[in-house]
């Protein structure tokens, strides 16, 4: 008789457990990537009052069963929904981040700064030293950092991500090495006749990021020769301008005396201008006018820093120490055919470019040139055509985006790739690869244990963590941005559960009265 009433108090015990749990799952209906628990009956033991018997084929008598009587229930097992993903939440935020699970089930890595813990959550902020932290806990969200040989991603064990640092906060500058001339040159322009020639400016910058701007000035090649000057012109540097608006070459380029009087200034050699294999600085002879006459000068500065020309007639070695590269009979002159005004070459030799050899040109005017880089000017897209009289010639840095040199960049905004791959914007046009967010996965999820605050440690049944993790994107699972995990609790059946529990608990309580009436009829069997 008293069995009834330990086994019903077991039922009691267990349903209550399994009430526990159910109002644990609806109270956390809203929680940021909670995952369901469920509750597992199981069997207490047996009290076997006959034990079992075989068969005698020989008496024929039969087997018989054991006699045994149920002592009750207990809980069998607490079990995690882990692997079942909530519902995507959009947020807008960029640091909101959800884990989409292909073939595993993945866990953001963060730590408290002396152990590691595994989470779901996504909800991330940056805190005041520049961390990515958890927006419940403020502890931080780990991963691997660039390898500042390479720039890449260096797969090691996982560290906190500090995606402000100092060193994140601007980005180097570059030094333009490209530039594209396009647009229309009409002959009819009044500045293509003009003494300063047409001219178009090239904006730039070297490699500590300073802004210049190069002036070209285009002008009717004039050699005398009528038929081979047509729909040809010279290209020369005029100016190189810094942001303070002082001419590199006005300060530093003296006058040349030639031919015993005659003047003619050193950019005006700058297409024919080189260094011969001794040293000697080499030019082409020019004219009043600056075109060249077909011979070479060789140059010489005096000690009181004057440009004489020290012969004429001198052998010039070619392409070397070019301001522009190119045969050096053609250095500069721009063709177009006279048929059509489509672009031919400029340097001759079907060249589509000419380089801007800044570097060693000032650094041999006086002029420092170390923080330049060559500069290739491409001409393929120019015409030479009737514009009613107007010239819309320019040339702009870079080639398809690349080679336009760069300002050095403050950091604007950070993103993050469905890879995990943190980037980080800069006002100069940069994009830069920051740190990658690592995550953790294991070979029996489920048997991660909960230490609140949406966040679980490893036991000895779910499997250790290396210290590294895996990048999210090797199985096909990726992080989305703007987006958090919901909760997966399901109401209707939690609710549904919450009836039988009810059911369960109310049927255990009826057999404690039951029992209870018996007892008192036995004790009744006195009076």
């Not at 009750?72 to 929904?81: D, E, F, H, Q, R």
């Not at 959800?98 to 595994?118: E, H, R, Y």
């Not at 000035?217 to 047509?230: F, Q, V």
């Not at 120490?321 to 001759?348: A, H, M, R, T, W």
Request: hydrophobic letters at 35%.
């Amino acid at each position: 008789m008293m069995r009834s009433l330990y086994s019903a108090v077991s039922g009691l015990k267990t349903h209550q457990t399994r009430m526990d749990v159910i109002g644990n799952n609806i109270a956390n209906v809203n929680t940021e990537a909670f995952k369901s628990s469920r509750v597992t009956f199981t069997e207490i033991m047996y009290q076997t009052t006959s034990s079992a018997s075989g068969g005698n084929a020989a008496t024929g008598i039969g087997g018989v069963n054991a006699k045994q009587i149920g002592l009750g229930v207990s809980t069998g097992a607490t079990s995690i929904a882990i692997t079942t993903a909530g519902a995507a939440e959009t947020t807008g935020n960029p640091f909101d981040l959800k884990l989409t699970d292909s073939q595993s089930t993945n866990f953001f890595i963060v730590s408290d700064g002396t152990s590691n813990f595994f989470t779901r959550s996504g909800s991330y902020y940056v805190d005041g030293n520049g961390f990515l932290c958890m927006t419940s806990t403020g502890y931080t969200l780990m991963g691997w950092q660039i390898d500042p040989t390479t720039g890449e991603i260096k797969k090691d064990t996982v560290s906190a991500l500090q995606v402000m640092s100092a060193d994140n906060q601007t980005s180097a500058p570059e030094a333009t090495t490209l530039a594209k001339a396009s647009g229309v040159l009409d002959k009819n322009d009044p500045n293509v006749s003009s003494e300063d020639g047409y001219v178009m400016t090239l904006g730039f910058y070297d490699d500590l990021g300073y802004a210049y701007t190069a002036k070209f000035s285009i002008r009717p090649l004039n050699t005398g020769d009528a038929a081979y000057d047509k729909a040809k012109y010279t290209v020369a540097l005029a100016s190189i301008l810094d942001s303070n608006g002082v001419d590199y070459l006005e300060t530093y380029n003296d006058m040349a005396t030639q031919n015993g009087g005659t003047t003619v200034s050193l950019n005006q050699l700058i297409c024919q201008y080189q260094k011969n294999e001794n040293g000697d600085v080499i030019g082409r002879a020019l004219d009043a006018d600056g075109n060249p006459t077909g011979g070479n000068v060789v140059l010489e500065k005096t000690a009181a820093g004057d440009w004489v020309v020290r012969e004429t007639g001198a052998a010039a070695e070619p392409n070397l120490y070019d301001l522009i590269n190119g045969p050096q009979s053609d250095n500069c002159v721009l063709e177009f055919d006279p048929d059509d005004g489509k672009f031919v070459s400029i340097g001759g030799a079907e060249n589509d470019s000419i380089v801007l050899n800044l570097r060693d040109f000032l650094s041999t005017i006086g002029a420092d040139g170390s923080n330049f880089k060559d500069i290739e000017v491409d001409f393929s897209s120019c015409k030479n055509l009737n514009n009613s009289g107007t010239s819309t010639m320019n040339v702009l840095k870079g080639i398809n985006g690349d080679g336009v040199g760069k300002k050095l960049g403050a950091l604007t905004g950070l993103s993050v790739d469905s890879s995990g791959k943190i980037f980080g914007t800069y006002d100069n046009g940069n994009t830069v690869l920051l740190s990658q967010i690592a995550v953790a996965q294991f070979s029996n999820a489920s048997g991660l244990e909960k230490v609140g605050s949406n966040c679980y440690q490893t036991t000895l049944n779910s499997g250790d963590f290396d210290g590294i993790g895996v990048e999210v994107s090797a199985d096909g699972s990726a992080i989305s941005t703007g987006e958090l995990e919901m909760s997966n609790v399901d109401l209707s059946a939690q609710f549904t559960d919450m009836i039988i529990t009810q059911r369960g608990f109310q049927a255990n309580s009826r057999v404690i009265t039951t029992s209870d009436t018996l007892l008192e009829e036995l004790i009744n069997l006195k009076r």
